[in-house]
């Protein structure tokens, strides 16, 4: 029975990625490797240009109904003034929140081709494999109150608000240490606990699900600015690092500029496994965005899109072979040399002028 | 007339580069360049251990009667179970909130003489020289409710509150376009107005005081997700950057990274000039922390510490002559070759065994 992927390309080079994975998806169909149906949605900027809304409700109960949600990028200058309930990033914060995607998983990895893109030095991140495993349906993104309000003095006052409960801490963590157990065997957990409650909350639940459950596993509390100033020191000590949703954005940005490119970093977010048919709801995204200034020029870099491809194969459709195969030709056409110019090496202006200069210099 | 500085050491490492501070000032009081009186407090877990209190009424009370603190650092495992409300951190955060310390400067210079130590390829990070303006105290650092509450389940659930006000956010930019206009003249604005209304707010009231106070700045609004990545990946493009007190926290440990060392970077934490007299409060403390692996080996930097000896003859006393001095000689030194550990450099393992081993070798 075919299974059904949502297509959400959104804004941007969100369409342009998009097409690159759709080609790898007919070729999947023809091929018999696969039988996926897909379908479209307006997400973001488009959405709001088509119905008023960041996402319609017909789409919202299309992607409910998906087995899988492929999703490109959304925003941009064009929606700047939208009102705030409806920008571009509604839509998204929607999707994860409405589907319960509370897992998402954001590796980091070095491509040995790569190493050289990066504004790290080769040693430091050559080699380099990071998960970065984030809790992304709770905390300061959506807990209430939220809100701007005047005050007597005409002055304002705005105010977010950071909830976690034991639950919601408790299903992220386990979905680290499961994942930890498939690959290096170590987990660090950041937060603040040092100034933050839901910090002290955060690390009393990690330690008592680690000691009853995974006490297998490697298992070490780390604050979460000297996380982001050791991500950028000795990253390879890293194997999973589980965070809560604030600190998983900035974090796994600042991860993903170790690998050389923006362009690289594909993520998951996925729901609980149905307790009955052991399916899961789950959206696939780039960790990049819109990139409105290179929009329309074909220079888009659309591996994070594939490598979502991948994941979603994996995590979603139990493809675990295709989903080596689709990352293996990724590996494979960065090591022929092909490149987009978001990771052509920073090399030396003298190499660089070797690289790039026409054949024949002027007279 | 002489000028009153509190020294307040803490843990671990704070005392030891404290020592090399007292020996500054003892030297410039002996030289005439200045008329320092001294006295000491106890804050962190030294507090606690003498008082059971992070820091007593006592050494607050000489706090605010000081015209300047200089603080060593806090905290350790030793104390890792004291109650919440006497951990080590809580002498900081009180001095911080209690003396109304808003406005925490932490400059990122890389030294010519380091750009080796840092992770980042030489040509990233030679010649860095950013000023972090972070908020300091207001914020998730602050706000209420800030509690784990127990539910009717037996479940937690924790709450931070993140709180700002146009008050706050209006004198912590103007810090910050003041700053640039002695500097670069560029300020970049980092907070997350696409999920959070404090960011919302942040940047209407930054929009608003550029272009009726600051005009003549370059500014610029960024993520902070974007920033530190940005930070990452070409951090010489900034020259101020003002952000909240969570952000500030985590941007400024990744960009004292870049500088090739936790060891080097010093900070000012500077109240509101008094309307009549214009003094104003001020803490001057390392960014780094207590560092208990360390501590009592003779082997901790004491740069950052000194630097903020010269932030303070800077902010505190106007000796600008004898703080360039003071930064001078530091650079003197660096250029000099003389290392501690933190920030030799980071070379291939054949140059490193060269610099480190012994004159003989074994037979
Ligand atoms: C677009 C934005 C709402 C989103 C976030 O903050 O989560 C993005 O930065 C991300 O990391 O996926
Ligand atoms: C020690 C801690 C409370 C403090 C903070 O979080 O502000 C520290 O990390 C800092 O950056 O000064």
């Known amino acids: 029975m075919s299974k059904n992927i949502l297509l959400l390309p959104g804004d941007g080079i969100g369409t342009e990625i998009m097409a690159e994975v759709e080609a790898i998806i007919a070729w999947m169909n023809a091929a018999g490797i696969a039988d996926f149906a897909t379908d479209k949605g307006l997400v973001g900027g488009?959405?709001?240009?088509?119905h008023k809304v960041s996402i319609s409700e017909e789409d919202m109960a299309k992607a409910t109904a998906a087995d899988a949600i492929l999703f490109g990028a959304v925003g941009g200058p064009k929606w700047a003034d939208v009102p705030y309930e409806h920008r571009p990033e509604a839509g998204l914060l929607r999707l994860r929140k409405d589907l319960d995607l509370f897992a998402n998983l954001r590796p980091a990895i070095c491509y040995p081709a790569l190493a050289d893109a990066s504004s790290l030095k080769r040693e430091v991140v050559e080699g380099l494999d990071i998960l970065i495993v984030r809790e992304l349906t709770g905390g300061t993104y959506f807990g209430s109150p939220k809100e701007i309000v005047?005050?007597?003095?005409?002055?304002?006052?705005?105010?977010?608000?950071?909830?976690?409960?034991?639950?919601?801490?408790?299903?992220?963590?386990?979905?680290?240490f499961e994942l930890a157990r498939t690959r290096n065997n170590k987990v660090f957990s950041a937060e603040k606990h040092n100034v933050m409650r839901s910090g002290v909350l955060w690390k009393e639940v990690v330690t008592r699900v680690h000691a009853e459950e995974y006490a297998d596993v490697g298992l070490e509390h780390i604050l979460a600015d000297n996380c982001a100033m050791q991500l950028v020191r000795r990253p390879k000590q890293?194997?999973?690092?589980?965070?809560?949703?604030?600190?998983?954005?900035?974090?796994?940005?600042?991860?993903?500029m170790l690998t050389g490119s923006l362009g690289m970093l594909p993520?998951?977010?996925l729901g609980a496994p149905d307790a009955t048919t052991g399916s899961r709801k789950a959206l696939y995204e780039p960790v990049h965005g819109s990139a409105p200034d290179i929009t329309g020029k074909g220079v888009a870099n659309p591996i994070a899109m594939i490598g979502s491809l991948a994941m979603a194969l994996r995590y979603s459709f139990g493809m675990i072979e295709a989903a080596e195969k689709l990352?293996?030709?990724?590996?494979?056409?960065?090591?022929s040399g092909l490149r987009t110019g978001?990771?052509?090496?920073?090399?030396?202006?003298?190499?660089?002028?070797?690289?790039?200069?026409p054949r024949c210099s002027r007279p």
């Not at 990352?327 to 090591?335: F, M, R």
């Not at 978001?342 to 200069?357: E, F």
Request: no cysteine; aromatic share 8%; glycine share 4%.
């Open 267 to 269: 993520s998951a977010s």
């Open 342 to 357: 978001d990771i052509a090496a920073r090399a030396s202006p003298r190499s660089a002028r070797r690289r790039w200069a």
């Open 327 to 335: 990352d293996g030709a990724i590996a494979t056409t960065l090591a």
């Open 46 to 50: 488009a959405a709001y240009d088509a």
């Open 238 to 256: 890293f194997d999973v690092i589980v965070t809560d949703n604030l600190f998983g954005d900035i974090l796994s940005d600042a991860a993903a």
């Open 150 to 176: 005047t005050l007597e003095n005409g002055q304002k006052r705005a105010v977010d608000t950071q909830v976690y409960t034991t639950f919601e801490i408790e299903r992220i963590v386990r979905v680290a």
